[in-house]
């Protein structure tokens, strides 16, 4: 059983007094802007709930399956809501590869989505959101139209095409086999999925990055609201505990053994090394009732959690999505400002999954490599 405790980091930063001049190294000052009084911590932990599923599928009605093909470490995750759900969408990165993220807009027509495909490939793997329509229309799931059901399912990609066989890619077939398999166990992590292909810290090029992957981490709070997120972490950046402002996983030392931190080489004038692909991916899902802006206003929230958990984000060669999802099972209202402060900080926790739960490649240690 693992219990994920989130810290709502939010308003704790915000009652923490920085010291008038932050000396020292990059971790040290980002340590301190994250810094948390153990009275808080303990405090925060009263109100939070161990739950045995600590993954996204631990919001009723949410089931996650992934395929990975075994040609090449590459294929797709796909999340199920096969009742239909709320849904809306924060695209910040420059570089995105996205499908019907329109549709998601709250002044759209479409109220409800039925799944999320995420996959590698680039704009290659978008295919594989054709196979989790038609495994959804043999369902008989979705918009009823003239006889027939319209399933709307939107999805996004993340750069993987320099790992393996850039030539093999997603099709259709692998997002009918993820959907094939979606459960509501609690979600497989690591280089799984549309994970299976994720590298992170690619500042100083792929010689030096390290292997990513699938993360997820849920809180179900007292009064019963589940907060929950998956991601597929794909970033050019480096991996953060926002609690500690260590490195976890990142930019290699030019031996290979250790971490350079990222933060250390911009900050030294180091110049970027081109050639990478990226973009980290996720979906947050909670049993909340909300609108579609509100679902649009909780992805945007949720997003702070990969500011908090990668450095650098959102840059021009990132496409950065969150998807947001509430199924509406929890009656009544919602603070807002709360659940978006627990969906950042259960996406941040996830996004350090990602890289604790990854395996290794040839050439691509994962944190567990380097220990």
């Given amino acids: 059983m693992r219990a994920i405790i989130v810290v709502a980091t939010i308003f704790l930063c915000a009652a923490e007094r920085l010291p008038d001049r932050l000396r020292g190294s990059p971790s040290e000052y980002l340590g301190a802007r994250t810094s948390i009084s153990q009275r808080a911590l303990r405090a925060l932990r009263s109100n939070v709930v161990a739950s045995g599923n600590a993954t996204l599928t631990a919001v009723p009605g949410i089931k996650v399956g992934h395929h990975t093909l075994t040609g090449r470490p590459i294929c797709c995750t796909v999340v199920l809501v096969e ?10 990165g420059a570089a995105p590869a996205t499908r019907d993220t329109d549709l998601l807009k709250p002044e759209k027509m479409v109220q409800q989505v039925y799944g999320i495909a995420l996959s590698g490939g680039s704009l290659f793997g978008l295919a594989s959101a054709d196979g989790v329509l038609r495994f959804l229309e043999d369902k008989k799931v979705g918009i009823a139209y003239g006889g027939m059901r319209i399933p709307i399912v939107a999805g996004a990609s993340i750069f993987d095409l320099g790992v393996g066989d850039g030539k093999v890619r997603p099709a259709a077939d692998c997002g009918y086999r993820a959907a094939q398999a979606a459960g509501d166990a609690p979600v497989t992590e690591g280089s799984v999925g549309a994970g ?176």
């Fill in 196 to 371: 299976a292909g994720a590298t992170l810290g690619k500042f100083a090029g792929m010689d030096r990055a390290m292997k990513s992957g699938v993360g997820s981490a849920a809180v179900t709070m007292p009064d019963g609201l589940i907060v929950a997120a998956l991601v597929v972490a794909n970033p050019l950046g480096d991996v953060i505990d926002p609690n500690t402002g260590k490195v976890i996983a990142g930019v290699r030392t030019a031996d290979g053994r250790g971490l350079a931190d990222a933060r250390v080489l911009v900050r030294s004038g180091a110049r970027r090394v081109a050639g990478s692909g990226n973009s980290t991916i996720g979906v947050v899902a909670t049993n909340a009732r909300l609108t579609k802006a509100q679902a649009a206003y909780l992805a945007q929230m949720t997003d702070d959690g990969y500011a908090r958990a990668i450095w650098p984000i959102h840059t021009e060669v990132d496409g950065d999505t969150v998807f947001a999802l509430a199924t509406g099972g929890k009656p009544g209202g919602v603070d807002m400002i709360s659940l978006g402060a627990l969906a950042a900080d259960v996406m941040a926790s996830a996004v350090m999954r990602a890289a604790t739960q990854a395996t290794g490649l040839p050439g691509l240690p994962a944190v567990r490599d380097l220990r």
């Fill in 83 to 92: 009742a239909g759900v709320t849904a809306g969408v924060d695209v910040r």
